[in-house]
């Protein structure tokens, strides 16, 4: 039987960068809404930072109050848009990169929501990327900035740097055997830092996924940042990875049964619920990383499982199928797509 993977790739699945920024000549965008005047200074913005961004990348203009049902539920499902750009409707735009990778939000909660994605566990590279982004912008257009208190921003959580530094950690020894609560939380809280779900604040770690980030923007430079959550992404996987070995010894055939049953599931079912598919692929995850099943590159099966865990969401589905379906349609539809995808991935099973 195989060991169980020691490796970052089989942890690391993905790294974001976000940056807040206002600026200094128009009003916050939660004043701008109050104004009679707003969707002509919402223009006026949309127009600076489109025309900033031109020569950085190649970028498609979502203006939020023009969006299909469809197309938002996309960009919501993918982290490119949030809910409270949605909220501002009237006034929001976003604008994304063509591969994906690079999401503006405009007038959020701030003038400008920066983020950048990226697969696996790459800090430095991250924030080189995010911030020659922010270069291009503050070229154009001056930022609201105070000597004291750094960049101005609408919430006081993001004043400071106005950096997010996350990383989407795959951690299901942890979590399944209450490390995550008892012993990593309380330290995270500690060092300033936070573990949330998938989509961020209020939602839950499903399929066993927890980005950890910093909490503290105010008196840090970026470069402490970087750093504080490198070395704390670092201990996370050296205990999760402990803790696999430990899970794998203890769990003897039980463990290896429940997730080879995944595996029969997702390559034998008819019907697939959403969150079913979630939880089934995780097992999967999980049985790669213990040795249960072969095959892959740590990183090439990691992205594979990733992309699939994103597009089997109900929006991801229709937009595959090019027409909305119904529930059962679209969990015969998910169940089909999986199957033939996880068969696809020739996994050995051990």
């Known amino acids: 039987m195989s060991g169980v993977r020691e490796s970052f790739e089989s ?6 960068m976000r940056l807040a920024r206002n600026f200094a000549d128009y009003p916050f965008p939660g004043r701008l809404m109050q104004d009679a005047h707003a969707e002509e200074q919402a223009q006026e913005i949309v127009r600076l930072i489109t025309a900033a961004l031109s020569g950085v990348d190649d970028f498609t203009l979502y203006e939020m109050n023009k969006l299909s049902p469809e197309r938002t539920a996309l960009l919501l499902e993918r982290n490119l848009i949030s809910r409270d750009l949605l909220r501002n409707r009237r006034i929001s735009a976003a604008l994304i990169s063509s591969d994906g990778i690079i999401s503006v939000m405009l007038n959020e909660e701030d003038h400008v929501r920066e983020q950048y994605f990226m697969h696996g566990f790459d800090l430095p590279r991250a924030y080189e990327r995010i911030a020659g982004l922010d270069d291009a912008i503050s070229e154009r257009v001056p930022f609201a900035f105070d000597e004291q208190f750094g960049y101005l921003t609408a919430c006081p959580t993001n004043l400071g740097t106005g950096l997010r530094a996350s990383v989407m950690l795959f951690l299901p020894a942890v979590s399944r055997r209450g490390v995550m609560s008892r012993t990593l ?29 910093n909490e503290v923007t105010l008196g840090v430079s970026e470069e402490e940042i970087l750093s504080i959550v ?16 430990r899970m794998k010894a203890e769990g003897g055939i ?3 049964d429940k997730l080879c049953r995944a595996y029969g599931v997702l390559t034998n079912c008819r ?9 089934r692929l995780a097992d999967i995850r999980l049985g790669l ?6 095959g892959g590159e740590d990183g090439e099966w990691m992205a594979g499982i990733d992309e699939l865990s994103v597009a089997m969401r109900p ?13 059962q349609e679209q969990d015969a539809y ?17």
């Open 230 to 245: 490198g070395r704390a992404v670092d201990c996370v996987v050296q205990t999760e990875l402990l803790e696999r070995r």
């Open 271 to 279: 019907l697939l619920e959403e969150h079913e598919c979630l939880r």
């Open 254 to 256: 039980a463990l290896r």
């Open 11 to 16: 942890v690391a699945v993905s790294t974001r």
């Open 315 to 327: 929006a991801g589905i229709n937009r595959l199928n090019g027409a909305p379906l119904g529930q």
């Open 185 to 213: 939380l309380p330290e995270l809280v500690r060092l300033g830092l936070t573990a949330r779900g998938a989509y961020g604040e209020g939602s839950g770690a499903e399929g066993d996924l927890f980005q950890i980030s």
């Open 289 to 294: 990383a213990l040795g249960y099943f072969t």
């Open 334 to 350: 998910r169940a089909e797509y999986v199957r033939k995808a996880i068969r696809a991935m020739e996994l050995g099973v051990d």
